[in-house]
């Protein structure tokens, strides 16, 4: 916040900017409620009005890219809460509040449960996927929790009758609004999973407010869906109505009768698909009989007389002889030439024990030559590296009078800069060490 000479005279926009200051340092992001009026939406899609109460009114403001996100359009006389930060408009010297948010008045508790609950739930895994089970295809009985009263419980029996109307249905009545339909619809699910004589539940009622729909919202209700050994589906209110029985549902249904048509496929579906299996199997019938027909007349063709299939055995048979023997006497002739060839190439290659031996005992001789010769060599060598090494070593220059300093952490010491007055240094010499404290030090 700029500081201001009260003794200085300021131009109207100075003052508007100090103003702005003031006001946006000293209230914070906040919500207002209030009703709206003199509602202007902008080409832009910016939206201004005021928004007033039976003793003040305020101007307010939403640019575009905050109002495209409501999921609904305020208008004039409309009761809401808004996010807003109070500032000044400078051009106008107008007060005003710049909205980052907007809901119907009094919807914000519900929805702050309702996100409050979703987030629980989810955490604890009740929305996995991998937890939801796979409707049976053909439910033997359906079980719907719904008001008796429901217009809902009629659109869902009307669409059941329609697709199959020979599946039975149990109606586990329950109010479904109003004080402790929470409770009473999460007993009506429990009652069913204890009877056990359905194998599908369809749990729904028709759209409505917030309000309305809020016992579907309830933890009562969300533990019992889960707890549900029956697979259960959720069609509550219209397709843009959300509730936390939806999440937790094995499926969730837009409304109550696409529930109905998710639980049972259509009878007359059903049948013309049969229709089409049973034309497919038909003609596949028709077709292995053609082919069996075809290799009959084939094997039939190829039937021979036994006393012809037995001549032709005994002509197979007597090549198979004549064969046989040719190839015994090939073998043995072409053993007999492989023996000859490796007794000469074994005679070629009988090897001189004598010559070997007598170039072993040479290479042996050679070897302790060349052994005795490096042992001399790397002897030498070593015996020149300790003198080396003797020249190198600390300890000589040690004895003839030097020391070795080193401070508290080890360091060595090689300038009066690395050290300070007080400072504990250890001396090490040729024989011993002692521990020294600095009184005094000086530069070069």
């Known amino acids: 916040m700029m500081a201001i000479d009260k003794n200085r005279v300021l131009n109207v926009r100075e003052f508007n900017a100090a103003a702005k200051q003031v006001i946006e340092a000293g209230l914070p992001l906040l919500w207002v409620r209030g009703e709206i009026s003199n509602f202007v ?12 109460d039976e003793a003040a009114q305020v101007r307010c403001v939403m640019f575009r890219h905050k109002s495209q996100y409501l999921d609904f359009k305020p208008g004039n006389g409309m009761s809401v809460e808004v996010l807003a930060l109070p500032t000044l408009y400078e051009a106008r010297g107008d007060f005003q509040l710049t909205l ?90 429990r009652a069913a999973n204890e009877r056990g004589e359905c194998d599908t539940l369809i749990v729904c009622r028709g759209g409505g407010s917030i309000e309305d729909l809020w016992a579907f919202n309830e933890e009562v209700v969300a533990r019992a869906i ?80 036994p006393a012809q299939r037995m001549l032709q055995q005994r002509q197979h048979l007597e090549q198979l002889q004549q064969r046989l023997q040719h190839a015994q006497a090939y073998a043995a002739q072409n053993h007999q030439w492989r023996w000859q060839a490796l007794r000469q190439r074994w005679q070629a290659a009988c090897p ?54 080193r401070d508290a952490q080890g360091r060595i010491i090689v300038d009066s800069a690395q050290i300070a007055t007080g400072s504990r240094l250890q001396l090490t010499f040729a024989q011993g060490w002692a521990t020294a404290e600095v009184q005094e030090k000086g530069g070069d």
């Not at 910016?46 to 928004?51: A, E, G, I, P, V």
């Not at 719904?146 to 869902?156: E, I, N, Y």
């Open 352 to 405: 001189d024990v004598g010559g070997h031996q007598m170039r072993q005992a040479a290479y042996a001789q050679r070897l302790r030559e060349l052994m005795m010769n490096d042992l001399e060599r790397h002897a030498l060598h070593l015996k020149s590296l300790q003198q080396h090494l003797q020249h190198l070593d600390p300890r000589q220059v040690l004895r003839r009078g030097y020391s070795m300093v």
């Open 226 to 305: 889960a707890a549900s050994r029956i697979p259960l589906v959720s069609g509550v209110g219209h397709e843009t109505d959300f509730t936390i029985a939806d999440f937790v549902a094995d499926l969730r249904a837009a409304t109550p009768t696409a529930a109905a048509q998710a639980v049972l496929p259509d009878s007359a579906e059903l049948e013309q698909r049969l229709q089409h299996s049973a034309q497919r199997l038909a003609r596949a019938a028709s077709s292995r009989y053609e082919q069996h027909m075809q290799r009959l007349d084939y094997l039939q063709r190829r039937l021979i007389h």
């Open 100 to 189: 980052e948010k907007m809901r119907p008045a009094g919807m914000g508790a519900l929805y702050e449960a309702f996100e409050n609950l979703k987030r629980k739930l989810e955490q604890e895994g009740l929305f996995d996927a991998t937890r939801k089970r796979t409707l049976p295809f053909l439910p033997r009985q359906i079980g719907i929790v719904t008001s008796p009263q429901a217009a809902a419980l009629r659109d869902v029996l009307r669409t059941l009758a329609n697709r199959m109307p020979a599946v039975p249905v149990v109606l586990y009545p329950t109010p479904v609004q109003g004080d402790g339909a929470g409770q009473k619809i999460a007993a009506a699910i």
């Open 41 to 52: 939406g902008a080409a832009s899609g910016h939206w201004y009005f005021s928004l007033k």
